[in-house]
């Protein structure tokens, strides 16, 4: 089968090339992938693993082969896929507690699109506890996972905050369920209950001072690239409290809770670039340029047992 794969050598960190087809193994189900998600990041991750090696996390897909267990969907159901590795090929295997049945509502470029940020989203704010008429920060809200995370922290019942470097964007914020849009942490009134941290480094010391006694950070990112310093005594005789937040696994429950939620018009898809399989180092080049597409879906060719595109 055809693969993208890691080679520390080449000018987008992946070469397409032929790799063995995946041998599934109990309760493993063979999924036909038909598209995946292409960001920069997941570039520069591919870059480190070993030469050879299958990157990606996310990807949608037909069922081709069911689990020999009798678990899982049917062959030619069309699911969404997470897991570490093996994305970026023909076929994957995944187990049963891995994937979610896309309904048939869903665009599948969309669905692909949800997955990685849609879980980070749903799964930090349920950490946060009760959000019910408490106030929700989050930090970096014009990223994916701050897409996510203010329509996750409406549907909680928080009064959510979006922190936002860029103010053009507030309309669509307030569209997507902030009640209110700030461009400095400066702007939000103490206390607030929780925060959904992407950016880190400086705002992380801001807004730990933000949060009541018993309120929590779950730190998703550090898309500032920068430290975070803490002052002397800024953390002693508090319970407020930092967590590095972790996706953890057995995506499918949550999978299939955000794909309805899609499907049910209940929460707004990410925008994104289609792009066809074609030349990796032009995509490459495309999603790291500046003013490039954030993300982009790249269609798959079919597998072999199927004919090639």
Not at 149 to 170: E, F, K, M
């Amino acid at each position: 089968m055809q693969a993208l794969l890691s080679d520390p050598g080449a000018p987008a960190g992946v070469r397409l090339g032929q790799a063995p087809e995946p041998v599934p193994q109990h309760g493993e189900i063979v999924v036909e992938v038909e598209r995946f998600t292409l960001l920069a990041r997941n570039l520069d991750h591919a870059a480190t693993l070993p030469a050879g090696s299958i990157p990606g996390f996310d990807a949608v897909g037909v069922v081709r082969q069911a689990a020999q267990d009798g678990t899982g969907p049917a062959p030619g159901t069309r699911v969404a896929t997470l897991m570490t590795g093996n994305a970026w090929a023909q076929l994957r295997a995944v187990p049963a507690h891995e994937l979610a049945v896309v309904p048939d509502q869903v665009d599948p470029g969309q669905a692909t699109t949800l997955l990685v940020p849609g879980v980070s989203a749903l799964r930090a704010v349920r950490r946060l506890g009760a959000l019910t008429g408490r106030r929700l920060l989050i930090t970096g809200a014009a990223g994916a996972v701050g897409h996510f995370a203010i329509q996750l922290g409406r549907l909680a019942g928080a009064h959510v905050i979006a922190a936002v470097r860029d103010p053009g964007g507030r309309d669509r914020l307030l569209a997507l369920g902030a009640d209110d849009v700030v461009t400095g942490l400066d702007q939000v009134p103490a206390p607030v209950h929780g925060v959904i941290d992407v950016v880190g480094g400086p705002l992380l010391a801001q807004a730990f001072d933000l949060l009541a006694e018993g309120g929590m950070i779950q730190q998703v990112g550090a898309g500032s690239g920068e430290p975070s310093t803490f002052a002397p005594y800024q953390m002693v005789g508090s319970r407020r409290t930092i967590e590095g937040f972790g996706a953890g696994d057995r995506f499918g429950p949550d999978l299939a809770y955000l794909l309805d939620l899609l499907a049910g018009g209940r929460l707004a898809p990410l925008d994104h670039e289609h792009a066809e399989w074609g030349d990796v180092d032009a995509l490459a080049e495309r999603v790291r340029a500046d003013g490039g597409p954030r993300r982009m879906v790249v269609a798959m060719p079919r597998s072999p047992a199927h004919g090639t595109d």
